[in-house]
């Protein structure tokens, strides 16, 4: 792994990760491939639109089809025809949310099978041995990650649990040589709690760092705060993640405090339920007063979609349930992130962040596409 920073503007970095398979420009979007798609994509779309990596789900995909089925027919990137970087996640915070009953232990955590109720075991090093079985190139921690809801002496152990974790993640990592290792930070809104888990993690060394535990419902400026007295933190030379975020808005005022990396479903879900994402703010296209407007999503964006089809059309294929409508909100959200990361990216080169970031402010709360 490589990691150059190539430009700053106050705390904003913009760089390059170059992986094995591929260079991926910082500040950057991973579009979500839960169970090795993007959903409504095709991979060499999801390219054309910007993508240099994209995530999967380790725990969606030890359950179906099985990492070792996927290893038996040559590896994930080759499964879903995908042959850039791909980051896997522990599939910590999945078996903590989705599964059914979970029994969490210092060993790890066992869980039921939300698609068939089966019993299975995840810890650190299973975690990790399933993202090598993959063929991933950036591995994550195993993780124990606490609720928004969470009382602090619970955040606290879960911190501390994570830190056992990535311990013992490291040491499962470093039995074969494949990929790099991300370590990933916790404790909630605690700034103590936060202040420990990086300097412990920093004892432990990883070849990049991801800051876990936000966009669990907290609002914007608890995570902001959070970032605010961290990101600074984590050693300069290595790549900073915020995991699951986020919406426009998060991941400008996450690159302004320092982050590299993003992922999240909100461009690809909203595409399947009839949210378009823009430069001015949102747009649902389910409204009855888009049935007879011929204008396109946004006049600004030069996507397929908006160069080729009009509210109306938009209007009525979602509202007739046509898969048509998933493919061109998706392409049109996917096309955004990936231009909103290209602006940041050229804004911090030209040390002009703060100016972006007011200007995007300002067009994101108009709303007058609405
Ligand atoms: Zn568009």
Redesign the pocket.
């Known amino acids: 792994m490589n990691f150059k920073i190539k430009g700053t503007d106050g705390k904003a970095r913009v760089g390059e990760l170059i992986l094995k398979r591929g260079l991926i420009k910082t500040p950057a979007f991973m579009p979500v491939g839960t169970a090795a798609t993007v959903k409504a994509m095709l991979p060499e779309n999801v390219k054309a639109l910007g993508a240099d990596i994209i995530l999967c789900n380790t725990y969606h995909l030890m359950l179906r089809p099985g990492e070792n089925l996927i290893n038996n027919l040559g590896g994930l990137h080759k499964f879903m025809n995908w042959e850039r970087p791909i980051l896997t996640d522990s599939g910590g915070f999945q078996v903590m949310s989705l599964s059914g009953l979970s029994r969490k232990s210092e060993e790890g955590v066992e869980f039921r099978s939300h698609i068939d109720g089966k019993k299975y075991f995840l810890s650190p090093e299973y975690s990790i041995k399933i993202q090598k079985t993959l063929g991933s190139d950036i591995i994550m921690c195993f993780d124990d990650c606490a609720s928004f809801q969470s009382k602090k002496n619970d955040v606290a152990d879960s911190m501390k649990r994570s830190i056992k974790w990535a311990l013992r993640s490291k040491e499962e990592f470093e039995l074969t040589n494949s990929g790099i290792l991300f370590g990933i930070q916790q404790g909630g809104i605690h700034k103590d709690l936060r202040d420990e888990s990086i300097k412990r993690l920093l004892d432990i060394d990883f070849q990049g760092y991801a800051v876990g535990g936000l966009a669990v419902g907290e609002p914007q400026a608890e995570m902001f705060k959070v970032l605010d007295s961290t990101a600074d933190k984590f050693p300069n030379n290595k790549p900073r993640y915020l995991m699951g975020v986020g919406k426009p808005d998060d991941i400008v005022g996450a690159v302004l405090r320092g982050i590299d990396m993003f992922d999240c479903v909100l461009p690809t879900r909203s595409g399947r339920t009839g949210q ?1 994402l ?1 430069r001015r703010g949102p747009i649902n296209i389910k409204n009855s007063k888009h049935k007879k407007n011929s204008s ?3 006049p600004d ?7 080729n089809y009009s509210r109306s059309y938009l209007h009525h294929v979602f509202k007739s349930g046509e898969i048509i409508s998933a493919i061109l909100l998706t ?3 996917l ?2 992130y990936q231009e909103l990361m290209n602006d940041i990216r050229n804004a911090i080169k030209n040390k002009k962040l703060i100016e972006y970031s007011k200007e995007f402010y300002k067009l994101q709360n108009s709303r007058d596409l609405l």
Do not use: E, G, I, K
Not at 301 to 307: D, I, P, V
């Open positions: 378009a823009s396109p999503l946004d964006c030069n996507c397929y979609t908006c160069l392409w049109h959200n096309y955004y």
